[in-house]
């Protein structure tokens, strides 16, 4: 555990049970949501790289122009 991580939960500690709690709840949920994201990133790269062969394959075609900044 790191030393900042255990600042903080030993100012939790002293907390009423109430707010630990919607701490805990809190830090379970930011845990849960990043684990979705980490599992839809893996789940999307064969998508990701289907889609990067079509540009690359775009590219050497010719159909893709580079576009100043201004153009957009």
Excluded: C, H, Y
């Amino acid at each position: 555990m790191t030393e900042l991580l255990e600042q903080a939960i030993a100012q939790v500690n002293q907390l009423p049970a109430e707010a630990q709690d919607a701490i805990a709840a809190l830090i379970l949920a930011e845990l849960e949501d990043e684990q979705r994201w980490d599992q839809a990133f893996a789940d999307s790269q064969p998508q990701l790289a289907k889609l990067a062969a079509k540009v690359r394959g775009d590219i050497r075609a010719g159909r893709v122009r580079a576009m100043e900044s201004d153009a957009l």
